[in-house]
């Protein structure tokens, strides 16, 4: 009589202590591509953080420039 497969799958099963070395593997996968998303992630903030730094920077570069002009146009009147 031969086996049927489902007793060849059973032994399988049985002899590799379940699917546990697959699900093993599957996990470390799931947590280096969630390391590595968090870490685009993290990336990211840090470039909008800068740019909005700059863009503040910026802001205030223009309103010390227009602060000087609006002295210098004073000073001229006098």
Same mark, same amino acid.
């Given at each position: 009589?031969?086996?049927?497969?489902?007793?060849?799958?059973?032994?399988?099963?049985?002899?590799? +202590? +379940?699917?546990? +070395?697959?699900?093993?593997?599957?996990?470390?996968?799931?947590?280096?591509?969630? +390391?590595?998303?968090?870490?685009?992630?993290?990336?990211?903030?840090?470039?909008?953080?800068?740019?909005?730094?700059?863009?503040?920077?910026?802001?205030?570069?223009?309103?010390?420039?227009?602060?000087?002009?609006?002295?210098?146009?004073?000073?001229?009147?006098?």
């Amino acid at each position: 009589m031969y086996p049927s497969a489902a007793s060849g799958f059973f032994y399988v099963y049985t002899k590799t +202590g +379940g699917w546990r +070395g697959k699900n093993e593997e599957m996990e470390e996968q799931k947590k280096k591509e969630v +390391g590595e998303e968090e870490k685009k992630e993290e990336v990211e903030q840090m470039e909008k953080q800068e740019e909005l730094e700059k863009k503040e920077e910026e802001e205030e570069e223009k309103k010390k420039k227009e602060e000087t002009e609006r002295k210098e146009e004073e000073d001229k009147k006098k």
